[in-house]
């Protein structure tokens, strides 16, 4: 008995470990889609120098492009799908440089006074132009 629980425990660690690690890589449905957009995904990066939040691009629920104060792109993925990214407006919640876009910010998707989503970026990534 004790053989079987500790196999089912070092499985769902190893499982547990798969999935984190699949989450970090944009899947190939996100690469085709920014490709539409006309651009390629570049190395990760930790935070946007005057990121304007507000003149994103939409991808997903999950993903969006923020333009930078260095007239570059980049793709901000939340950890998890945020409602609300495609029209309404996002007003900072929590961040760790003012002006700027960085990891672990969190950000409120809002419906003129009600909150819809609370939305912490997880990822950012710099945009290339095909």
Do not use: H
């Amino acid at each position: 008995m004790r053989k079987i629980s500790t196999g089912l425990f070092v499985f769902f660690i190893a499982l547990v470990f798969a999935v984190s690690a699949q989450a970090q890589t944009p899947s190939s449905t996100i690469e085709n889609r920014v490709a539409e957009l006309g651009f390629r995904i570049g190395p990760e990066i930790n935070t946007i120098v005057g990121g304007d939040i507000a003149k994103r691009t939409w991808v997903n629920k999950k993903n969006i492009i923020v333009p930078g104060s260095d007239s570059r792109s980049y793709l901000v993925r939340f950890r998890e799908s945020c409602a609300g990214t495609a029209t309404k407006q996002m007003v900072p919640r929590i961040v760790k440089i003012r002006g700027n876009v960085s990891q672990y910010d969190t950000f409120v998707t809002r419906y003129r006074t009600r909150d819809l989503a609370k939305c912490e970026i997880r990822w950012v990534y710099e945009l290339e132009p095909i």
